[in-house]
């Protein structure tokens, strides 16, 4: 399929249609319009019309993206977010598809877990003897918008510059606080938190990713802005210059080793070191502290949150404690703490965090008893596709849905005749909004 043809694909009003209801009708975001999803509906059939109306014509433009700040811990800057409007979001994931569709061939995204199993793996091999991790500061900040244009024309030319003009628009709208008819355009810069984010930033980097992976003698991985190579320590020095060396060159400038430093370290294997979110320490592969602490802090939130609650609740709150604690599975997607940790081989660890879950039903005297970290690693590992222990709420049926409303969520359905699609939207809403909160559990997992 030619590049028009996919282009209109994607944008067409049938597809944008679907976009809206499995991507954006159950977030309460805002942007800078302060419209919601709720009060879009009412006109979602004219603003369809027009987004794909003014898509295909090269004549769409983005609005300003809202600013939200989200913190990084005590000490460091916190991460600038971007909120488009309802109607940009379901812009931007069109956008994303029709990008990852056109470059499915050269731009594989994987899990985090899935690139620490492939550390581990080349780690046990005994192959290598030295590493090298590097960070790079401020990385979507630094794309370059005509090194990132120069590579979205190799695959999209000819009459297609609407296409490209509509990318520069997504990625040139500022970002405020407050609009101002004074506000000017970013000349350099991927916004942060769009649907279209993160395929931009690998595309930009599938030159070097395509040429490091090529090297002889080296295992390079690389997520974000987060890269570890495993090599011969002999070479390890003159192997960085050059990694660092490419990427300053198209405008990315990587924190300078130091053997002090978790950003960027040049080391033997066997040395401890951090890789996104995990702990790495001889034989032991286990999640760094702050994510453990992270962690504990919420799940004593939740003890806090139901105690100080107006409807306080002990089999809601021991229902929000097992999702904590074992996470799920949602819109394909396996989610919680436990799935993005399960490459850890740290059995303690497990059993800690278990007798943290005791103390705290303990001290706020709660009668019932929650699921177990050990217990639920165990099923993920060992029984993931048969386990009922860890919920898949994906095969959830009717009956299922409208029982687990009217236990924990019974303002829903009370005294209300519902439809399948209404059942489906209050559940569906509500799961969302429960793994969102799993989310913060690994938010920022690569500081």
Request: positive net charge; hydrophobic residues 35%.
């Given at each position: 399929?030619?590049?028009?043809?996919?282009?209109?694909?994607?944008?067409?009003?049938?597809?944008?249609a679907r976009i809206f209801k499995e991507n954006v009708s159950l977030s309460g975001a805002t942007g800078i319009d302060?419209?919601?999803?709720?009060?879009?509906?009412?006109?979602?059939?004219?603003?369809?019309?027009?987004?794909?109306?003014?898509?295909?014509?090269?004549?769409?433009?983005?609005?300003?993206?809202?600013?939200?700040?989200?913190?990084?811990?005590?000490?460091?800057?916190?991460?600038?977010?971007?909120?488009?409007?309802?109607?940009?979001?379901?812009?931007?994931?069109?956008?994303?598809?029709?990008?990852?569709?056109?470059?499915?061939?050269?731009?594989?995204?994987?899990?985090?877990?899935?690139?620490?199993?492939?550390?581990?793996?080349?780690?046990?091999?005994?192959?290598?003897?030295?590493?090298?991790?590097?960070?790079?500061?401020?990385?979507?900040?630094?794309?370059?918008?005509?090194?990132?244009?120069?590579?979205?024309?190799?695959?999209?030319?000819?009459?297609?510059?609407?296409?490209?003009?509509?990318?520069?628009?997504?990625?040139?709208?500022?970002?405020?606080?407050?609009?101002?008819?004074?506000?000017?355009?970013?000349?350099?810069?991927?916004?942060?938190?769009?649907?279209?984010?993160?395929?931009?930033?690998?595309?930009?980097?599938?030159?070097?990713?395509?040429?490091?992976?090529?090297?002889?003698?080296?295992s390079y991985f690389r997520y974000v802005d987060d890269v570890l190579i495993l090599c011969d320590f002999n070479n390890?020095?003159?192997?960085?210059?050059?990694?660092?060396?490419?990427?300053?060159?198209?405008?990315?400038?990587?924190?300078?080793?130091?053997?002090?430093?978790?950003?960027?370290?040049?080391?033997?294997?066997?040395?401890?070191?951090?890789?996104?979110?995990?702990?790495?320490?001889?034989?032991?592969?286990?999640?760094?502290?702050?994510?453990?602490?992270?962690?504990?802090?919420?799940?004593?939130?939740?003890?806090?949150?139901?105690?100080?609650?107006?409807?306080?609740?002990?089999?809601?709150?021991?229902?929000?404690?097992?999702?904590?604690?074992?996470?799920?599975?949602?819109?394909?997607?396996?989610?919680?703490?436990?799935?993005?940790?399960?490459?850890?081989?740290?059995?303690?660890?497990?059993?800690?965090?278990?007798?943290?879950?005791?103390?705290?039903?303990?001290?706020?005297?709660?009668?019932?008893?929650?699921?177990?970290?050990?217990?639920?690693?165990?099923?993920?590992?060992?029984?993931?596709?048969?386990?009922?222990?860890?919920?898949?709420?994906?095969?959830?049926?009717?009956?299922?849905?409208?029982?687990?409303?009217?236990?924990?969520?019974?303002?829903?359905?009370?005294?209300?005749?519902?439809?399948?699609?209404?059942?489906?939207?209050?559940?569906?809403?509500?799961?969302?909004?429960?793994?969102?909160?799993?989310?913060?559990?690994?938010?920022?997992?690569?500081?």
């Amino acid at each position: 399929m030619n590049v028009r043809h996919q282009f209109e694909k994607h944008f067409s009003i049938e597809n944008l249609a679907r976009i809206f209801k499995e991507n954006v009708s159950l977030s309460g975001a805002t942007g800078i319009d302060n419209l919601d999803p709720t009060a879009f509906i009412k006109q979602l059939e004219e603003q369809l019309e027009i987004l794909s109306r003014k898509s295909l014509a090269g004549t769409y433009r983005f609005s300003k993206y809202k600013l939200k700040l989200v913190t990084k811990g005590k000490g460091q800057a916190p991460r600038e977010i971007s909120i488009p409007t309802v109607r940009d979001r379901i812009a931007l994931r069109a956008l994303n598809d029709f990008l990852s569709e056109r470059y499915n061939d050269s731009v594989n995204f994987v899990l985090p877990q899935d690139v620490i199993a492939k550390v581990k793996r080349d780690l046990d091999s005994k192959v290598f003897n030295g590493f090298i991790k590097l960070d790079v500061t401020q990385f979507y900040p630094s794309i370059l918008h005509t090194e990132l244009n120069s590579r979205l024309r190799k695959r999209i030319h000819g009459e297609n510059e609407h296409i490209l003009e509509l990318i520069q628009s997504a990625i040139s709208s500022s970002t405020v606080v407050k609009s101002f008819k004074n506000d000017v355009l970013e000349t350099k810069g991927v916004p942060q938190g769009l649907a279209v984010s993160n395929i931009l930033a690998a595309i930009y980097m599938a030159n070097i990713d395509r040429a490091l992976k090529q090297y002889k003698g080296i295992s390079y991985f690389r997520y974000v802005d987060d890269v570890l190579i495993l090599c011969d320590f002999n070479n390890a020095q003159e192997l960085a210059r050059d990694i660092i060396k490419r990427f300053r060159k198209i405008g990315l400038i990587v924190h300078k080793p130091d053997p002090d430093s978790e950003k960027s370290v040049i080391e033997k294997i066997g040395y401890p070191f951090s890789y996104l979110g995990y702990y790495f320490k001889g034989e032991l592969v286990t999640a760094r502290q702050g994510t453990i602490d992270r962690l504990k802090d919420s799940l004593a939130a939740i003890f806090t949150a139901s105690k100080y609650s107006k409807y306080s609740n002990e089999e809601f709150l021991l229902w929000r404690l097992d999702m904590r604690i074992t996470g799920c599975v949602f819109e394909k997607k396996s989610k919680g703490w436990l799935f993005f940790f399960s490459m850890i081989n740290d059995e303690t660890l497990l059993h800690e965090l278990d007798h943290y879950v005791d103390k705290l039903i303990k001290r706020f005297k709660i009668s019932g008893v929650p699921k177990r970290f050990s217990r639920a690693f165990k099923e993920l590992t060992h029984n993931r596709f048969q386990t009922n222990y860890i919920p898949n709420f994906d095969k959830y049926q009717r009956h299922q849905k409208l029982a687990l409303l009217n236990r924990y969520f019974p303002k829903d359905v009370e005294g209300k005749t519902l439809t399948d699609s209404q059942i489906d939207y209050h559940f569906r809403r509500r799961i969302k909004k429960q793994t969102k909160d799993l989310l913060e559990d690994i938010k920022d997992f690569r500081s």
